[in-house]
């Protein structure tokens, strides 16, 4: 083998392909799993959004929106990385419905990056992952909020809760639903099972999160 074939197999085995575009990149340059174009494109929100429902402001500030100074939300705070839209979106699309393991790590890490923005300063006793029905879970095999849960876990030492809440009624996708219709779909859908809470405080973890049904 000649030396520039040799520089060449070494290239290639010290470089990989971004997780996002599919581009080859060194791995010095991969950061999270993404080159450096698809990093700056996965950035969390940082400032300008409600802290009660998530909507993003064209604005620097952190504040209440008029719809949760007026509607008493039944948690009191929510975090997030970003809105679901463009390439974060195509991600969790990609892990959801084509289970691919690299992308499940880069989304556990973003969800972990969010929670370090919004909860440093208050560290919850336990992570429940919002359950699919069981008929769900079979034709996934995984929970996709279980999975992105797991780097929160792992790196703050906090324990995952899986069994806590159940999915009592195999519901219908909530894309496309509106407001009301999303409502209805999960009325009685979720029960909760007879283990005993203390007054922990709990962070409930879901991938997307539209009009806050689910959550509710």
């Not at 791995?27 to 009660?52: A, Y």
């Not at 974060?88 to 990609?94: G, H």
């Not at 849960?149 to 995952?160: F, G, K, T, V």
């Not at 809760?161 to 779909?185: D, F, P």
Request: hydrophobic share 35%; with cysteine.
């Amino acid at each position: 083998m000649y030396l520039p074939e040799v520089k060449k197999v070494f290239k290639s085995l010290l470089a990989r392909r971004c997780i996002v575009c599919g581009e080859v990149n060194p791995l010095e340059k991969l950061d999270l799993g993404c080159c450096p174009d698809c990093k700056q494109g996965l950035h969390p929100v940082k400032n300008g959004f409600c802290p009660g429902c998530g909507f993003v402001y064209f604005s620097e500030d952190v504040y209440l929106c008029l719809d949760c100074r007026e509607k008493n939300r039944p948690w009191s705070k929510l975090g997030f990385f970003n809105q679901y839209t463009g390439m974060l979106r195509n991600l969790i699309i990609d892990f959801k419905f084509n289970k691919h393991l690299e992308t499940s790590k880069l989304l556990q890490k973003l969800l972990h990056w969010a929670y370090s923005i919004h909860y440093k300063h208050s560290t919850p006793d336990m992570l429940i992952p919002v359950p699919l029905h069981s008929k769900r879970l079979c034709q996934r095999g995984f929970n996709q909020s279980k999975e992105m849960a797991r780097e929160i876990s792992l790196q703050e030492n906090i324990p995952i809760y899986s069994r806590i809440l159940k999915r009592v009624k195999n519901t219908r996708s909530q894309l496309g639903l509106s407001r009301e219709q999303r409502a209805e779909n999960l009325t009685r859908a979720i029960g909760v099972e007879n283990i005993a809470l203390n007054s922990e405080h709990v962070l409930l973890v879901d991938d997307i999160y539209t009009t806050g049904s689910t959550m509710k």
